[in-house]
């Protein structure tokens, strides 16, 4: 690979403008311990394009790059120090648990081409799904409803109910 190749394709670009914004209200609202109220934190992630569903819990600490990427169902819980590093849509439905110190990362790089290229693809997690704390959720994953992942997993692919 030649890392002075690399550019970032236009799918992943967003305004500096909404960057310095959502940078500065992350810091100060999200990622912050100080535990702001889940609805002005809901409402915050909103306003920056977030599809977030009513009695939505967002715990102290929580790192969202790209809020204009999420989708978040009706009663979900975020846990604390959760971090969602999106760069394509992550989908969680309701009543949800996503337990703290879980990771969510769906983008990656080709390092098998030259200029590193950017790959990413959605994570979706259906209904009634806890996510065990400080699990890790990569690009594709796709959670049935009703799955139970176990704590410390790291999953790369799907978890069917049952499994």
Known sequence: MKLDQFELSAKYR???VYQIFWVLASRLFLETRFPW???L???LLRLFGAKIGTRVIVKPAVKIKRPDL???????????????ENIDLVSIGG????????KIINGSHRFD??????????VEIGDRVWVGAFSLLM???RLDSDVFVKAGSILTSGARKGE
């Not at 009543?95 to 879980?102: L, N, T, Y």
């Not at 200029?115 to 693809?121: E, G, H, M």
């Open 70 to 84: 999420i989708v978040i169902g009706n009663c979900s819980w975020i846990g604390e120090r959760v971090w969602i």
């Open 41 to 43: 934190k809901c409402a």
């Open 37 to 39: 109220p889940s609805n």
């Open 14 to 16: 967003v305004s500096f």
């Open 113 to 122: 081409r030259e200029a590193f290229d950017t790959i990413s693809a959605p």
């Open 95 to 102: 009543d949800c648990c996503i337990s703290q110190g879980v």
């Open 139 to 141: 690009l594709g994953v």
